[in-house]
């Protein structure tokens, strides 16, 4: 295994490990010296996904620069990585988005160093979840997560910071247990008919299994992914570890974490086993709405700021599950295009909340109010993410909002009009806090003296700008790269005679698979 070549996927895992391995042996005093490795090891990461994104075809929809090394040969478990036009795009995001958080960590002042090597571990495990292609080793990624996360909560959280990390990893584990017995009974399945056994996706896709088989399957599969999302009613578990966690923390668990969860639901559960998706198809997109308005409702009546945030992206969430439900080319590209939305938006607005809450240590909206002449800047990037928030035409929410809808209301028309309310009651509450955090007049005198973002602030947040407008007024080059692999995936689930798979070419109804 160590004798070959290491390729490209390979070295992007490596990057934020050996990063960990130097902080590990910097003296921890050395505080200024640990935040330039860390920022160097995810900064070259960033870079190398870019090479990565360069290297990519994006005119197929098969995957590209995978690596294949035996690991256990006796038990069919390999190193298999590999992206696609689904995957490639999340990996950008996390590598973009992990360079931001440590840099808005600077006010981290306890354990530096154990806190920066558990970030950059987190972000090995985050990539490696999504150019994983083998089953085993893509369960080995999803564990690998949790711990970081569980310590960056758990460490450097709140007031309740040990319930919430405990309550974030209890939920995470129960669904992912029985994740990986699926996983298991799926290998041993494969070895009864094709006399070997292996955990490899790309040849897990062609096992044909019996309807109820897969219904028991996609339910182990989707509990897991449904509370990664989260789905209602397996959310509760967000807010609190939303709340609770540092910044840095809160914006890579918005950004990256939950996208984990629909990602999963994609690549794994619904290919896998695409007849039970199809049955409970009309349940999780039930679920999905009552989320979208549920997030809304209950982020309207929220007085801190950080847990408005945190219900919004329950709501968020549950547009990305009806349009991958609605399995149309429009809804499954809406609902990735909105997972790259979400993971920009909402971690600019975590970031923003943090640099207040940096400033006053506060976040009760009461506690503000007529900021707009007291911190300009930091006034006109808060608007310019919540028009992104809430759909803004011309701001990447619009595109993947409107995919959505258009994606899922030519499969169901009433649940995608009520869906469609989520969207009005998200300006509501996000217009609403903006006016009472933003505007009126300045009357609470400990406001008087808050000072503006400095330049790293601005640096760290610029870039996220950059890319709200580029995605809401220049998509194609997303949707075109993404556009192939939706395809072939639409196509593995096309089982069922008369079920339609729509693409840019017209909608054609496949047969069944031979055998059924």
């Known amino acids: 295994m160590f004798g070959l070549a290491i390729g490209h996927l390979s070295i992007l895992l490596a990057i934020p490990v050996l990063g960990a391995g130097l902080l590990l042996f910097t003296p921890r005093r050395q505080t200024p010296t640990l935040f330039a490795l860390a920022l160097f090891a995810s900064g070259l990461d960033f870079l190398w996904s870019m090479k990565i994104l360069q290297l990519f075809d994006g005119k197929s929809g098969d995957m590209q620069l995978v690596e294949r090394v035996a690991w256990m040969p006796a038990f069919g478990i390999q190193y298999i990585v590999g992206i696609d036009g689904i995957s490639v795009f999340l990996v950008l995001l996390t590598t973009l988005l992990m360079p931001i958080a440590i840099l808005a960590s600077w006010s981290?002042?306890?354990?530096?160093?154990?806190?920066?090597?558990?970030?950059?571990?987190?972000?090995?495990?985050?990539?490696?979840?999504?150019?994983?292609?083998?089953?085993?080793?893509?369960?080995?990624?999803?564990e690998v997560m949790l711990?970081?996360?569980?310590?960056?909560?758990?460490?450097?959280?709140?007031?309740?910071?040990?319930?919430?990390?405990?309550?974030?990893?209890?939920?995470?584990?129960?669904?992912?247990?029985?994740?990986?017995?699926?996983?298991?009974?799926?290998?041993?399945?494969?070895?009864?008919?094709?006399?070997?056994?292996?955990?490899?996706?790309?040849?897990?896709?062609?096992?044909?299994?019996?309807?109820?088989?897969?219904?028991?399957?996609?339910?182990?599969?989707?509990?897991?992914?449904?509370?990664?999302?989260p789905l209602f009613p397996f959310h509760t578990w967000l807010p609190d570890a939303h709340v609770e966690a540092p910044t840095a923390g809160s914006v890579i668990l918005a950004g990256v974490l939950l996208k984990l969860g629909t990602y999963g639901f994609l690549r794994f559960a619904m290919p896998l086993f695409p007849d039970a998706a199809l049955a409970a198809g009309p349940i999780i997109v039930a679920l999905a709405v009552i989320g979208i308005i549920y997030g809304a409702v209950v982020a309207m009546m929220q007085s801190d700021i950080k847990k408005l945030v945190a219900y919004s992206s329950v709501s968020h969430l549950g547009f990305v599950m009806l349009g991958l439900f609605a399995l149309n080319l429009q809804g499954v590209q809406g609902g990735l295009y909105q997972m790259l939305n979400h993971g920009l938006s909402t971690g600019a607005l975590f970031l923003l909340v943090g640099m207040i809450y940096d400033r006053r240590h506060t976040r009760l909206i009461d506690e503000f109010g007529g900021l707009w002449k007291q911190l300009p800047v930091f006034s006109v990037m808060l608007m310019v993410v919540t028009f992104s928030s809430?759909?803004?035409?011309?701001?990447?929410?619009?595109?993947?909002?409107?995919?959505?809808?258009?994606?899922?209301?030519?499969?169901?028309?009433?649940?995608?009009a009520a869906a469609a309310t989520g969207v009005i009651l998200g300006a509501i509450y996000m217009l609403w806090m903006f006016r009472r955090v933003i505007f009126g007049p300045l009357t609470n005198a400990a406001n008087e003296k808050l000072a503006d973002l400095n330049s790293r602030e601005i640096c760290l947040l610029a870039p996220i700008l950059f890319l709200i407008v580029l995605m809401g007024v220049y998509p194609q080059p997303f949707l075109q790269r993404m556009q192939p692999a939706v395809e072939l995936t639409l196509k593995r689930m096309a089982t069922i005679t008369a079920t339609p798979v729509t693409t840019d070419h017209g909608t054609r109804r496949e047969s069944k698979r031979d055998g059924r």
Not at 112 to 131: C, D, Q, R, S
Not at 150 to 179: D, E, H, P, Q
């Open 108 to 142: 981290v002042q306890d354990k530096v160093k154990e806190y920066l090597i558990f970030m950059l571990l987190l972000e090995t495990g985050m990539l490696g979840a999504f150019v994983a292609l083998d089953l085993f080793l893509f369960y080995v990624f999803w």
């Open 147 to 229: 711990v970081p996360m569980y310590f960056l909560i758990g460490v450097w959280g709140g007031t309740r910071r040990i319930y919430a990390a405990l309550k974030f990893v209890i939920y995470t584990m129960a669904g992912s247990l029985l994740m990986l017995v699926a996983i298991i009974y799926l290998a041993t399945r494969y070895a009864q008919t094709e006399q070997a056994l292996t955990f490899d996706l790309l040849k897990l896709y062609g096992l044909h299994l019996p309807v109820d088989q897969q219904g028991w399957l996609f339910l182990a599969f989707a509990l897991s992914f449904a509370i990664k999302v």
């Open 390 to 416: 809430i759909g803004l035409p011309g701001l990447n929410g619009f595109v993947g909002e409107f995919l959505i809808l258009l994606g899922s209301f030519n499969v169901r028309p009433l649940w995608t």
